[in-house]
């Protein structure tokens, strides 16, 4: 398992008592009678747009919950808030999960949600290249993800089913933080950088850069991102998590039913720094590559795909069972 995860494990299970007495959480109940619910998510992005569709048009408070959003900046921190008691609900890559499973924890966390389908990431290039080929990073010098991230296995995986090597073919700068890559590449450094939005579109408004693939489209369906919650907290909260699930769902069902253009006005206040034509222009490009599932149930082809990434990356020692990860009861329920 990888150092990270083992480090921050043995960290979280030596606070978790004091963060957990510390944090509102489910057990506390707001003026208006709702039930207070933590969500830390990895990062805040149109990616995830259902979900701020659901804060906006009140899907969550319908169904009784007073939503906490946070952002964790990293499905290390994500993870560290879910297990210390910090947050209820975790939003991040379902690898993580696995990772801190393999470590053995008395009160794991299990996925009940998946939200993307797709990666949300792109290639940016210099020059536009309207006959791109994967063939064509050949020596180049890359900017990518966190080694043991979904962004960057996702990128491996395209590239090693193009017969690339990793490691050999190319130059990968993984040294840089996550949201500093777009400017990087703006400042000078590589020669194609792996970008989510509002990076990619940024640098092609600026005429900095230029989208020549989609990893979304090129790696196929692949299960991004899922909601996630310790055992403990599922046992004693199932009707929170139902809720939450239901008020999930509702933002998945308007995303399927409503144009582009509709969503971006609903998920505008989220975004009150980027322009609504600019949040338009990022709905369009991932409502085009069906980066949204139509329902919330994480399925096992998916996840034994997740570990076929994983394993691929060299960043899987032992396969976990489905079943101990995965609980599909409220996301089936939700979708009745």
Excluded at 165 to 170: A, F, G, I, R, V
Aim: with cysteine.
């Amino acid at each position: 398992m990888k150092k990270k995860y083992s480090t921050l494990l043995a960290g979280v299970l030596l606070i978790g008592s004091l963060a957990a007495a510390g944090c509102g959480g489910s057990d506390s109940t707001a003026p208006d009678g709702l039930t207070k619910v933590t969500l830390n998510e990895v990062a805040h992005s149109i990616f995830y747009a259902p979900q701020y569709v659901a804060i906006e048009k009140g899907y969550f408070a319908e169904e009784g919950i007073d939503l906490d959003l946070v952002t964790g900046f990293g499905a290390d921190k994500v993870m560290t808030a879910v297990l210390s008691g910090e947050a209820d609900i975790g939003f991040m890559g379902s690898e993580a999960s696995i990772y801190v499973y393999n470590q053995n924890p008395d009160d794991y966390i299990v996925n009940f949600a998946q939200l993307t389908q797709r990666a949300g990431n792109f290639l940016v290039a210099r020059e536009a290249m309207p006959d791109f080929e994967w063939a064509d990073l050949k020596g180049k010098d890359v900017l990518g993800g966190r080694k043991g991230g979904m962004p960057q296995m996702v990128f491996e995986y395209i590239l090693k089913k193009h017969n690339l090597d990793p490691t050999t073919d190319m130059n990968i700068d993984q040294s840089i933080d996550f949201g500093s890559t777009a400017a990087a590449f703006s400042g000078g450094q590589g020669d194609f950088t792996v970008e989510f939005e509002p990076g990619a579109s940024t640098l092609e408004k600026e005429g900095k850069g230029y989208v020549v693939a989609s990893l979304g489209v090129d790696s196929g369906y692949v299960p991004y991102t899922a909601y996630s919650a310790k055992q403990s907290y599922l046992k004693a909260h199932p009707e929170v998590i139902q809720g939450f699930t239901n008020g999930l769902q509702k933002g998945m069902d308007y995303v399927r039913n409503h144009t582009p253009e509709e969503i971006a006005k609903v998920i505008a206040p989220q975004f009150a720094e980027t322009d609504l034509a600019d949040i338009t222009t990022i709905v369009t490009r991932y409502y085009e590559q069906d980066t949204w599932k139509d329902n919330l149930i994480f399925e096992k082809k998916s996840f034994e795909l997740l570990q076929d990434i994983l394993a691929e990356a060299g960043e899987l020692e032992t396969r976990v069972p489905y079943e101990e990860l995965v609980t599909t009861e409220f996301a089936e329920q939700a979708k009745k």
